[in-house]
């Protein structure tokens, strides 16, 4: 049984950099395709970007100037980096699987922008 | 960027009642590339219709998708009182985008 869980810090200054992992169990991320999707609080989705297994990536045009995604293969995760900021980056962050539709996510962790 | 519209807004209805969802987009999504999800309250969404019409794995004959071009339909055969939740819609035609969301409101 696949499952995803996102980790890392729930609260980062504006201006920072925001980090989050997803750690992949029960399946080699080697073998798909794996997105990060957001959710600010009370509203709907968005798409961030995703990665597949020869690190190719791609990122939604209104996020890509500030958003890296990758893979680390020896610990069966793959991470998010949004950098700059702002209270409207405020969200529950969830990873997936799939790059056009998602059929697995994450349970997702809140990410909190406040100094 | 193609953007998606869902309506209603808010749905109340009865359990065994039927629950008709639309999603219209602002341009042609190719290849019938439009998904469902259903989000129930402090979850994370869950897959139900990929490819406009082929229902994802373990999920009940009650819930069917159509469509094509820009106008797609949720359907919900029978509502039963575990459907409240929202639903959205997603485009992978050309990048991805949601729909706004339709709340299911059980009477």
């Known amino acids: 049984q696949v499952q995803l869980q996102e980790s890392g810090p729930g609260l980062v200054r504006p201006s920072e950099t925001l980090s989050l992992y997803c750690t992949v169990s029960?399946?080699?991320?080697?073998?798909?395709?794996w997105s990060w999707i957001r959710q600010p609080p009370g509203k709907g989705l968005e798409w961030i970007g995703y990665i597949y297994y020869s690190g190719g990536t791609n990122y939604n045009p209104s996020l890509k100037s500030r958003v890296a995604i990758s893979l680390d293969m020896s610990r069966n995760q793959f991470s998010l980096r949004l950098n700059s900021v702002t209270a409207a980056d405020t969200a529950v962050y969830y990873c997936a699987s799939g790059r056009g539709y998602f059929d697995l996510w994450g349970r997702g962790t809140l990410v909190s922008v406040s100094s | 960027e193609i953007v998606l519209t869902q309506s209603p807004g808010t749905l109340s209805l009865s359990p065994g009642e039927r629950a008709t969802l639309s999603c219209r987009a602002s341009q042609s999504v190719s290849s019938s590339y439009l998904a469902w999800y259903q989000q129930k309250p402090g979850q994370a969404p869950r897959l139900l219709i990929h490819d406009a019409s082929s229902r994802a794995t373990g999920i009940p004959d009650r819930f069917s998708g159509s469509g094509s071009g820009t106008d797609f339909t949720l359907t919900i055969s029978r509502l039963e009182p575990e459907d409240l939740a929202v639903y959205y819609c997603?485009?992978?035609?050309?990048?991805?985008?949601f729909g706004q969301g339709s709340k299911v409101e059980i009477k």
């Open positions: 029960g399946d080699s991320i080697s073998s798909s395709y």
């Open positions: 997603q485009q992978y035609g050309s990048s991805r985008t």
